[in-house]
């Protein structure tokens, strides 16, 4: 007996988009390296230029500066490990940064967020009178748009303060690429992550791109694949899913009005059923696809059992590592309460999340705060 789903998670992983699985099914059944010269091997390169020019257009920069790699941690980390001086490091990123950052041996300048849950940015102008390091090896990092909360962060006017103070400047599109308008090339930056499982394509699949004439040392090293850049045998069907995702992303970015509408109907109801429960990020700018929401008293371990149980897939604000359950730093760094964030569940929504979607989850919602659910059978 099958049991009917409802996938809320879409800042975990999106669902394939059938474009994406087409494309990948096809480049599964053909043969042929991208490195060979014979037919099978051009068809296979075909495949991946192909691939590289909607990704490009997805993000307003040139196809020759986009470079496949295994997603967006890889992408972060070769950015970061690229023997910067110093850092600048918002509190707010995700893991891969954070962790990348403090592996490149480099000074860390960390940045605060403010309770909007944006980065203050204008900490790094005070950090940057104190600093020592050389002129071209500052790095600053930013994320488009935090996967907890949906809040978008100050990329423009961070790459305009980068510009004029000679900083460099890495930028982590993951959450933002096909949710918001990105033009790589008009920021200036030098580098930017961005993960084909977000937008609607497989896992296991990214980009960096690189500002033209950026010329990068590899992190994985070996054969020639990339123009150099990046070693290994490309991943042919996983970079044509992406490509694929990638065009439907940017023709369906006006979407995002459809997306926001069924959001702001959800965070409606469930405030109107809860009025203590808090909505967090409405404060600043936020994606159109994200709900983080906190609840006193509850916990979020609990309620997405409850809710898996009930047959609704969604996401808890905190992180998990080894078992044991701890404050998410996000949430921590924007000044929430350890207890309220251990009460916080992340729902997200994307390309095919429904009306009737939204309205199973204030159902199941509804019953879970009366004290029970079903499960579904
Ligand atoms: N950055 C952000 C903001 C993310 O949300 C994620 C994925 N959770 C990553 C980086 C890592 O991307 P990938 O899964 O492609 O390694």
Redesign the pocket.
């Given at each position: 007996m099958s049991m009917s789903r409802t996938y809320l998670d879409y800042?975990?992983t999106s669902p394939l988009l059938p474009e994406a699985r087409e494309a990948m099914v096809g480049a599964l059944d053909a043969t042929g390296n991208p490195s060979s010269v014979h037919g099978e091997g051009r068809t296979a390169r075909k495949v991946v230029e192909d691939a590289r020019e909607k990704v490009a257009a997805l993000v307003g920069a040139k196809a020759k500066n986009i470079v496949f790699t295994s997603?967006?941690?890889?992408a972060?980390a070769w950015a970061l490990s690229r023997k910067w001086d110093m850092i600048f490091l918002p509190k707010i990123e995700?893991d891969?940064?954070l962790a990348s950052a403090r592996l490149s041996g480099a000074d860390i300048a960390e940045i605060d967020a403010d309770t909007t849950g944006q980065a203050r940015i204008e900490q790094i102008g005070e950090r940057l009178l104190t600093s020592t390091a050389t002129a071209g090896r500052q790095l600053v990092t930013l994320?488009i748009a935090?996967?907890e909360t949906g809040v978008v962060q100050p990329v423009t006017e961070t790459a305009d303060f980068c510009k004029e103070h000679g900083l460099a400047l890495h930028i982590?599109a993951?959450?933002g690429a096909g949710r918001t308008n990105i033009e790589f090339d008009l920021l200036g930056a030098e580098t930017m992550?961005i993960?084909s499982?977000?937008l609607g394509g497989p896992?296991g699949v990214?980009a960096l791109v690189l500002k033209d004439g950026l010329e990068i040392s590899p992190l994985i090293v070996g054969g020639g694949q990339e123009k150099r850049r990046r070693a290994g045998t490309e991943n042919v069907a996983g970079i044509a899913g992406f490509g694929a995702a990638a065009e439907i992303a940017l023709n369906n970015l006006g979407n995002m009005v459809r997306l926001r509408q069924l959001r702001d109907r959800l965070e409606h109801a469930l405030l109107s059923t809860t009025p203590s429960a808090q909505i967090i990020g409405t404060d600043g700018p936020r994606l159109a696809n994200t709900t983080c929401v906190a609840l006193k008293g509850q916990s979020a371990e609990i309620l997405l059992i409850k809710f898996d149980l009930a047959g609704i897939a969604v996401s808890s604000g905190s992180a998990c590592s080894s078992g044991k359950v701890g404050a998410s730093h996000v949430l921590t760094a924007m000044g929430i309460s350890s207890e309220l964030s251990r009460s916080a569940i992340r729902i997200s929504l994307g390309w095919n999340t429904s009306a009737v979607d939204i309205d199973t989850f204030v159902g199941v919602w509804s019953e879970i705060m009366a004290g029970g659910a079903r499960a579904v059978a």
């Amino acid at each position: 007996m099958s049991m009917s789903r409802t996938y809320l998670d879409y800042n975990a992983t999106s669902p394939l988009l059938p474009e994406a699985r087409e494309a990948m099914v096809g480049a599964l059944d053909a043969t042929g390296n991208p490195s060979s010269v014979h037919g099978e091997g051009r068809t296979a390169r075909k495949v991946v230029e192909d691939a590289r020019e909607k990704v490009a257009a997805l993000v307003g920069a040139k196809a020759k500066n986009i470079v496949f790699t295994s997603g967006a941690t890889e992408a972060n980390a070769w950015a970061l490990s690229r023997k910067w001086d110093m850092i600048f490091l918002p509190k707010i990123e995700h893991d891969s940064v954070l962790a990348s950052a403090r592996l490149s041996g480099a000074d860390i300048a960390e940045i605060d967020a403010d309770t909007t849950g944006q980065a203050r940015i204008e900490q790094i102008g005070e950090r940057l009178l104190t600093s020592t390091a050389t002129a071209g090896r500052q790095l600053v990092t930013l994320q488009i748009a935090n996967n907890e909360t949906g809040v978008v962060q100050p990329v423009t006017e961070t790459a305009d303060f980068c510009k004029e103070h000679g900083l460099a400047l890495h930028i982590d599109a993951v959450q933002g690429a096909g949710r918001t308008n990105i033009e790589f090339d008009l920021l200036g930056a030098e580098t930017m992550a961005i993960s084909s499982h977000k937008l609607g394509g497989p896992m296991g699949v990214g980009a960096l791109v690189l500002k033209d004439g950026l010329e990068i040392s590899p992190l994985i090293v070996g054969g020639g694949q990339e123009k150099r850049r990046r070693a290994g045998t490309e991943n042919v069907a996983g970079i044509a899913g992406f490509g694929a995702a990638a065009e439907i992303a940017l023709n369906n970015l006006g979407n995002m009005v459809r997306l926001r509408q069924l959001r702001d109907r959800l965070e409606h109801a469930l405030l109107s059923t809860t009025p203590s429960a808090q909505i967090i990020g409405t404060d600043g700018p936020r994606l159109a696809n994200t709900t983080c929401v906190a609840l006193k008293g509850q916990s979020a371990e609990i309620l997405l059992i409850k809710f898996d149980l009930a047959g609704i897939a969604v996401s808890s604000g905190s992180a998990c590592s080894s078992g044991k359950v701890g404050a998410s730093h996000v949430l921590t760094a924007m000044g929430i309460s350890s207890e309220l964030s251990r009460s916080a569940i992340r729902i997200s929504l994307g390309w095919n999340t429904s009306a009737v979607d939204i309205d199973t989850f204030v159902g199941v919602w509804s019953e879970i705060m009366a004290g029970g659910a079903r499960a579904v059978a």
